[in-house]
């Protein structure tokens, strides 16, 4: 039990669609990363949010965006949906800088 | 650049140690990791090891890290049908920094 939920765990679209994907995390848990990965490779570092604000990012294009809340929870928005974008994401958090990261289960995205 | 190299596959007899390699290439790198994923679900941290240890003993993993070589190992003790999964290498440069990741081993137990 990792404490980090996310949802849906699984979705399909549609090319040229918009998503967004949700994560919950532990009370206390500043940081949150979110990562995707590509089937049979491993995660790709999208970006990360700290205290609501973005903290670094990735070799992501700006269609994807993130928000992260007061109460712990984060999203992960896409627009423009291309047939590349299939991929299961996952979400990641910790608090502050003193513990490991953990991730959640991740939502399985289908682009058709 | 940032890369993390490991192999693609390996297969090892039940109740045999497995060892599982991995190398990379940032001199920053202050942690490294090992992530286990199981078919559909997602990451679980097995362990974990700072740049300035040599290894860390948890149960039956052990890791070793040869930080002149860049190079990182995971040895599971008495491999059990439990631990066929993909284990994932990776590293970051502080604790919640970004985690870059190798492409994964995947491991298949043998009766």
């Known amino acids: 039990e990792t404490g980090v939920t996310q949802s849906p765990t699984h979705l399909i679209k549609t090319r040229g669609q918009q998503v967004t994907l949700r994560c919950s995390s532990q009370?206390?848990?500043?940081?949150v990363s979110w990562y995707q990965q590509a089937l049979g490779q491993g995660p790709q570092f999208i970006f990360q949010?700290?205290?609501?604000?973005?903290?670094g990012r990735g070799n992501f294009p700006p269609r994807f965006s993130g928000l992260q809340f007061p109460n712990y929870s984060s999203e992960l928005n896409v627009n423009a949906l291309e047939l590349d974008d299939s991929a299961l994401y996952l979400c990641?958090?910790?608090?502050?800088?003193?513990?490991?990261?953990?991730f959640g289960d991740g939502t399985r995205l289908s682009i058709l | 650049g940032e890369d993390v190299e490991q192999s693609l596959f390996l297969s090892v007899r039940e109740g045999d140690s497995s060892v599982i390699n991995c190398t990379y290439t940032?001199?920053?790198?202050?942690?490294l990791y090992w992530y286990k994923q199981e078919p559909g679900a997602g990451l679980q941290l097995l362990t974990y090891i700072f740049s300035n240890m040599d290894m860390k003993q948890d149960q039956r993993l052990t890791v070793l890290l040869n930080k002149k070589d860049k190079h990182l190992s995971l040895r599971i003790a008495d491999t059990q049908t439990g631990d066929s999964a993909i284990y994932f290498c990776?590293?970051?440069?502080?604790?919640?920094?970004?985690?870059?990741f190798g492409k994964g081993t995947r491991l298949h137990i043998l009766p």
């Open positions: 949010y700290y205290r609501e604000e973005e903290n």
């Open positions: 009370s206390g848990h500043n940081t």
């Open positions: 990776a590293e970051s440069e502080e604790r919640d920094d970004k985690i870059i």
């Open positions: 990641a958090s910790s608090r502050d800088r003193d513990q490991p990261q953990h």
């Open positions: 940032d001199s920053s790198s202050t942690y």
